[in-house]
């Protein structure tokens, strides 16, 4: 049963939305596990505070390595003591190796996860030297903080875990799934505010129904993807 664990200055945050919906369920029922941890838990300073000025200079401030390393160090421990492996550490940087869904896959993989956020203008570089076995940045546009990043990662690694989905078929079809976007999908009314239902979906025809999706699916990849259709019609090519 996979644990993901999330180091932040915004806890509450992140774990109110991993207990929501999906995840939240799988959790009650015991078919995944979250842990959020406060990183200002672990400041050794009076004011408890966490950032400081850049060395040498410039705007924003810089997360302090010390208590990033302590609230790691307890996680870890945490975890330990459950009996499993040490996690695999990904920090949540918009410098990061970008993610999909094949890096999804790769981390659900892992027996535990600890994602760390860092806030403001960034982490001390040594903390992550020290401490990530990988680094992840979500898409080329900058957070104010990791907090949304981690939860992207906890919500589509957490979703490929046995049981958590209602069908395990529910994310085999899906989109990337072979390379290609999603078909459209239709349900009642058959006619909502004068637009029909493509009648194929009524016909009951289920190979028909099959043919139009795939044709949907790639239609809409080669117009809106073109370079995941690139990459898709290439690999039609290799396996022939
Ligand atoms: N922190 C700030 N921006 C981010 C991004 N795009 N991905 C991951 N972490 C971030």
Same mark, same amino acid.
């Given at each position: 049963?996979?644990?993901?664990?999330i180091?932040t200055?915004?806890p509450?945050?992140c774990q109110?939305?991993l207990?929501?919906?999906?995840?939240?369920?799988?959790?009650?029922?015991?078919?995944?596990?979250t842990h959020c941890h406060?990183?200002?838990?672990?400041?050794?300073?009076?004011?408890?505070?966490?950032?400081?000025?850049?060395?040498?200079?410039?705007?924003?401030?810089?997360?302090?390595?010390?208590?990033?390393?302590?609230?790691?160090?307890?996680?870890?421990?945490?975890?330990?003591?459950?009996?499993?492996?040490?996690?695999?550490?990904?920090?949540?940087?918009?410098?990061?190796?970008?993610?999909?869904?094949?890096? #999804?896959?790769?981390? #659900?993989?892992?027996?535990?996860?600890?994602?760390?956020?860092?806030?403001?203008?960034?982490?001390?570089?040594?903390?992550?030297?020290?401490?990530?076995?990988?680094?992840?940045?979500?898409?080329?546009?900058?957070?104010?903080?990791?907090?949304?990043?981690?939860?992207?990662?906890?919500?589509?690694?957490?979703?490929?875990?046995?049981?958590?989905?209602?069908?395990?078929?529910?994310?085999?079809?899906?989109?990337?799934?072979?390379?290609?976007?999603?078909?459209?999908?239709?349900?009642?009314?058959?006619?909502?505010?004068?637009?029909?239902?493509?009648?194929?979906?009524?016909?009951?025809?289920?190979?028909?129904?099959?043919?139009?999706?795939?044709?949907?699916?790639?239609?809409?990849?080669?117009?809106?993807?073109?370079?995941?259709?690139?990459?898709?019609?290439?690999?039609?090519?290799?396996?022939?």
């Amino acid at each position: 049963m996979m644990r993901v664990d999330i180091a932040t200055l915004f806890p509450d945050m992140c774990q109110r939305v991993l207990d929501e919906s999906i995840l939240g369920r799988a959790a009650r029922k015991g078919l995944i596990e979250t842990h959020c941890h406060q990183i200002r838990d672990y400041t050794l300073n009076k004011q408890k505070q966490t950032d400081d000025y850049p060395y040498g200079g410039g705007c924003g401030m810089v997360m302090y390595a010390q208590p990033i390393q302590d609230c790691c160090r307890e996680i870890i421990r945490q975890v330990q003591a459950q009996g499993r492996p040490r996690p695999h550490i990904v920090f949540m940087t918009a410098a990061g190796s970008p993610y999909s869904e094949e890096t #999804a896959k790769r981390l #659900a993989r892992c027996d535990s996860l600890l994602l760390v956020c860092g806030h403001y203008e960034g982490i001390d570089e040594r903390v992550i030297e020290a401490w990530a076995d990988e680094e992840i940045s979500i898409g080329d546009y900058v957070l104010t903080g990791g907090e949304l990043a981690s939860l992207v990662v906890a919500d589509s690694v957490l979703r490929l875990q046995p049981g958590v989905l209602a069908e395990a078929k529910g994310y085999q079809e899906e989109s990337y799934w072979d390379g290609l976007i999603e078909y459209p999908q239709y349900t009642r009314p058959e006619v909502w505010e004068g637009r029909a239902v493509p009648p194929v979906l009524l016909s009951g025809n289920h190979a028909e129904i099959a043919r139009w999706r795939a044709g949907q699916s790639l239609e809409r990849t080669r117009l809106r993807r073109p370079d995941l259709y690139e990459k898709y019609c290439e690999k039609q090519r290799k396996n022939r």
